[in-house]
Structure formats: C-alpha cells, structure tokens
C-alpha cells in the first residue's frame, strides 16, 4: 500500500512542477513594468507656475541638474505640464505637505504658500492622471501565504490547520507579506505544499488508518517552550470557565470519531521539581466547553519538600520522586467526534491563589527565586492530544459534509459521484469557472487511486492534487489577448473577486461573490457597493483586517519578540502584561471597524479595553479581574494609537525609549513622510556624562545633533518622538529620566509646538487629511500586493476624497478604495 501512495504522490509532485513550471515561463516575460503613455512634451519647462516660481525661490540651489542633492534635480522638471514630471514632482508634494523641504536653517516659504503649491500640484497631476490612467501593474503570479493558505483550506474544506506548523514563515515587502514579488516558490517549499497538501487531504476525508500521534499545545501564542513568564494565578481568558485560573485552550482538530488522550504536563523548578504539589489542585478537560474529565494532584504526604532529595543530593533531586513525575498519570481518555474542537485544560481556583502579576511584595515570576521554589501555585505547561484510537470515518465530519456532494450508489455512478464533487471544489478552490481539462485532470487522479484502494482514497489523491495546483496556490492575473502594450484595462470579475476577498478576508471567494463574479455582475457599481459591505460585516473581515493588515502597518507584531530589561529598568513585566499588550489592541482595532468609527478616531478615540493588570500598568483606578472591558480614558494622553503600550513598547530599545525610533515610526506610518536611510556608521548615544552620571534621552540626542550630517533629518524625527518622553519603554506614565524632569516639548517643521502626548496628537490631527492619506496608501499596498509608484498618488487622493464626505469612515474608505483604479484595473505587460 505504502509504495502505492507514493507512485501517486510523485505523480502528483511531478505534475505540479510541471504545471508551475509552464505557466511561470508563459507569465515571468510579461513580469515586468511598462510605463503608461504621457501626454506630449511640454514647448517649455520654464513656465511662470506656482510650482516653478516655489522651486526658483526656495530650491534649486540644491536641488539641479549639476548638484543633484538627494539625486533630486528641479531646475529641469516641467512645471507647465507637471504630468511629464510626474514622479518628481509628486516627491515634491510629499515635502511640501510634511514641510520638511528646505531643511530647518534654511529660507523657508511660509505654510499658506506650502499648502497653496502643494494644492495647485495635486490638482494638476490629479487631472492628468484622469486622462491618461495607470493602474500598476502587480505581479501574474501571487502566490497566497501562509495565512491565506490556511483560510482558503478552511473555506474550501472545513479544515482548520496551524500554518506554522506546515509552512516557514513568508518574506516581506513594502511591509506586508501579501507583497507579489516577495511571495516566490522554491523547490523547497513546494515540497512543503505537497506534504501539507496530503495531510490535509486525510483530515478533510478522513482516514482510519491514521497512525495515532501527539500534537502539543502551550500556554503562550507561538511559544513552543514549556516554561515562560506567565503567571497563571487567574482566569486567563472569556474561553476559560468562571472559577478557573490559569491553563491552556487549543483548537484541535479530531480526524476522524475515535479515542483520544489528553496528557498535562505541569511547569517545573529549575531542577525539575514540579510547583504547587503542597495543596490540593483540580484540573479539569473540557471540550466544546464540556467536561471530559477531572484529575486532581497535590496535597498529600508524599508530595513533601523533604521528599525530593531522597538520593541524598540537595542540589539533584531524584528523578523517580513523586515531586517529579506527579503529572506522569496526569491524562484522559474519551471518545470524541470528528471535527474541529476548542480544547480546555484549565485549574479550578482555590480561594487563596495570589492575584496576578507582579504586587507590592510579590516575587518577578522571571527571578530565581521564583524559578527554584516548589512552593509557589500549581501552574500547566502543556497539553498533549493524541489519537486517534479506534478511529471510525464519521459521514458527519466537516470536511465531508462539505465535500461529498453526492455518494456513489454502486460502481457504475463512481465517476459520476467523482467528477460532480470535485468539480464544486476545484470550481471554488480555482476561483473561476472549470475547463474540461481542469476536471479530467481531477478524474483522472481519482481513478488511479481508487484502483489502489477505495472512492474515498480517490477523492483524497484528487483534493492533494487541487492544494497543490498552481491555480489554487497562485491568484494569476493574464493579460487580454487583444489589449495593446503598456495599456490599462479593467479587471476580469472572477480576478476583481479574488483580489476583493483576499483584501478583505484574506480567503477566497464565497458562493456568492463567486456567482456573481462568474455571471459578469460584480463590476458594476450597486453590484460591487452590496458586495464590499456584506463582506465588511463578516466577522471574518474584522479578523482578517485586524490580524493582517494593522498588526503588520502597525508592527504590533512585535510585542511577541519584546525582550525588556528585567533585571535593571522593568521587574514588573511577564507575559500576562504582553498579552495585555496585544489583546488591547485587537480588541481597539476591532472595535473601530464593527463601529465603523473614522480613520481619524485612530488617533483621537477616547475609548479602549483594560483588564486590571494593563489598567495598574496605566495608572487608570477602578478595574479589577482578568477579563477585559471597554473603558472610556480621562487622560488625553492615552487616547488613540499614539497612548497604547503594543505602540510605544515596539518603538523602544530595551533599556530605554528611543525618540528618533518613535519619530521615524511616526513619520512612515503616520505621515507618510519617511526620512531618508541614515548615513553609515552613526555613532552611538552617549549614555553617560563626563561625570559617569546617567544623561537623559533629550539629553544624548541633543549633542548628537551637533553633528551637522545628523541635524537634518534629527530635525524632523526627535520633535515627534521626544513628545512622546513621558512613556517610558513599556508605554508607562513616568515625570522624571536620570533624576531630570522630562522635557516632551519641541517645534514640529511647521512651526507648531507641542509638549506632551495630547498635544502631539492635536497637531497630527490638524493634519488628518495627511494621516488618511497614510492609511490609505498602506491599505493599498496591502491590498494590491506590490508597493506603491508616484503614479498611485492621484489615486490615493481620489479616495481620500471620496471617504472625506462620510468623515473617512472605514467602510466608505475601504469602498472608495476597493472603485479605485489601482484596485479594479490592471496595466497591459511590453
């Protein structure tokens, strides 16, 4: 049988090589960009315009043709049809908007001459960018990643897998990973893709065979190891039930109705003796949110400290003491159905556990002596599912029911039964409608297989066959046959689908979306407007936008990778406040959408979501427990993205805040104005004075300024960041820095002054109309999969407009976005 599976497993590796092979050499000549048509050369470059009589004022002494400052020539760009000049002068705007052009110490214009130059360009190029429409032109072959990889199987099979676990992480670009030209496919990974893809096809079928097997799960997101910093003292999360503390919960998904283990495995000292066996504890299983069994352990004589020692050696302890293999009984045997499953391995709280985190007279949970006592709280730190036994093919499973169409009354209606359940998934998975060859294809893989085994071993060889088809693992868009070179032309509606529900659901297509794509009626604007707004009020979008497009802008991600100075500057932090960290902001972002508040609220929403041990970390009174709940601020310095702990703690050093780290945080992602790369070997802050005496951060960065190669682009990032001085390296309100009263004020390019948080944000919102641009720009590069060109900025306007007249409501936003050009259109190849 073994060798069986394997001649149709190389079938199906070679035939998918082959497959991506031929259409990447059809596609990889056309990859690359061809520039849309100009209008004709201007008669004179030296026109009386806004623009030329801003440039002869202000500009050309550094910025021509023979001293090429930043590799910026204007003396030479047309200023009467500013189209043809159109890359430079969109860099033009961008510096007149962030008025960060000419440099501080230079003559400058003042800001009504800014914004009146600045309008009249955008005016012109928006006018010309009407008649002459360039959409981009993203890559024909997108791969999906890992994250869309995983959605798809579960829209498609009903399967839930983890994608790490299958796949290595992808590469970024433009600061997303749904970037087309970062998203390559190697031989290695398409190894992966065929190894996922026949696991995945066992779980969506279901197979009895399966060999049993343990899958482990831990208490923490994406951390594998067994012993963290979480204290689990309390209920850990709304999954958890009331009167629990502490545990793990994990989706697991059952193949097949049979026998399963649950094993538990208890955190551990230093040297291997388990903690809290001194008092009796209950750990109860549960699934689906009913109890499958409870164990309990701890409290009896043999759980004695002076038990641990009995081979005579204090600093060893016997291996075989019960203090040591106390959670080897530890496990559950139960019968479960196939499917997707939320398992809970949770202690039932006693009423004189300590609160959690870190109190007045309370151990860092990080410390040795924390990590060598045996006599703090039972804690687990992990759970191990195994099985199944005993497994049975259950007809009700998900992913049959989604599968299997029909069933085969005998042999004669096999193919029938085949070609009708694998046309529906390939129809789905292929985003488009089938070709007569798609479906042979299939059938052909079912027959070679059922002669090997049953209809369903069929069925299986013919859905690994579809997750490793080109045409599910790749969003290819092709050029029309007939459309000249370098033109623009509208998207087919079965790829307007796909970009829509990978913009917004990171998924594929529904039924729906499908349907009305394949009939030809999506393009059409009431069709498109009902389409994009019941897909926003799918949960699915919220997820997706909040877990892939804000965690990435933002880089929020990054809170899992924090890796603070415990020991010196911040004992109090563990791994309860980094959740904290991480679960305010999704539940923020989440929440602005549902509302559909407006972009703007971003950066001035009074609103967000505390449980007691995040409220202690902000100085807020009043909330107590572990759950958290929508609390309105009374300080203007938390409000928005500029007051949240994920936010400020990625854009700081370990040890300390970093000012010019914030500023360029703030300059990219919030003003879409990023200062250029530093100069090599910058030299670092000095941390201490002449004195040995720690300087304050204002402090080093102000004689680091005296350098004149840094004043420049220091002028424009320190203001920013140094207003932000009063959150320390966690996101806590602090006054003092070395012992010095902190100094958060300084003058923005523009001349505004700003001394604090609430009044950095005031003058950002002043310019809100740029911030909407920002988040605009980056929703569009997510969106579209490639980075942005200077051709996309009239666009970028168009939409801000639009959004402007429902106050940039995200729906209106996301709609304005979704009819734009660079969404609905594509550019013709050389």
Known sequence: MRVRQKHVTLMMACGSIALIATISATLSAKQAATPASTPPAATSATAATPARELVGTYCVTCHNDRVKTANLALDKADAEHVFNSGETWEKVVVKLRSRSMPPPGARRPDNATYDRVATWLESELDRAAAAHVNPGRPAELHRLNRTEYANAV????????????????????????????????QPALLDRYLAAAAKIARLAVGDPTIPAGFERYTALKDNSNESTWLWQNERLGEEFPLGSRGGIVARHYFPVDGEYVFKIRLDRTDTGLIRGLQARNDIEIRIDGARVGQLTVGGTPEFAAGNANANGNPDY?????PLATADDRLEVRAPVKAGMGQVIATIVKADNVELEGLGPNSIPVWSREHTTRTDN????????????????VSPDSPGRRRLFVCQPAGGRDETACATRILSTLARRAYRRPLTNDDIQTLVNFHQVARKQGDFDAGIRAAIERVLVSPDFLFRIETDPDDAAPGTAYALPDVELASRLSFFLWSSIPDDELLDTAIRGQLHEPAVLDRQVR????????????????????????????????????????????????????????????????????LLTSDRTFLNEQLARHYGIPGVYGSHFRPVVL?????????????????????????????????????LAAPPPAPPPNVPALEETGKDGKPRSVRDMLETHRKNPVCASCHARMDPLGLSLENFDALGQWRTTDAGAPINASGVLLDGTRVDGPAALRRALVAQKEQFVRTVTGKLLTYAVGRGLEHYDAPAIRGIVRAAAADDYRWSSTILALVKSAPFRMRRTGP
């Open 154 to 185: 579960r829209d498609l099979l009903g399967v839930e897998i983890d994608p790490k676990a299958m796949l290595p992480p992808d590469e970024q670009a433009y600061g997303f990973d749904t970037n087309a030209d970062a998203l390559s496919m």
């Open 534 to 601: 019941r897909m926003l009020s799918d949960k699915h979008a919220r997820t997706s936008l909040v877990q892939n497009f804000f965690e990435e802008w933002l880089q929020t991600r990054n809170v899992w990778l924090l890796t603070p100075d415990l020991n010196q500057k911040f004992p109090w932090f563990d791994d309860n406040l980094r959740v904290a960290f991480v679960r305010e902001m999704e539940l923020f972002l989440d929440a602005q959408l549902k509302e559909d508040r407006s972009v703007v609220d």
């Open 634 to 670: 009374a300080d203007e310095n938390r409000f928005g993205l500029l007051g949240k702990a994920a936010v400020l703690s990625v854009t700081s050093y370990s040890t300390r805040t970093a000012p010019t780290i914030r500023g360029k945080y703030l300059l990219e992602n919030i």
């Open 377 to 392: 709280p039972l804690a687990i730190s992990s759970l191990l599912i195994g099985g199944p036994y005993g497994g049975r």
């Open 317 to 321: 302890p016997d291996s075989r003491s």
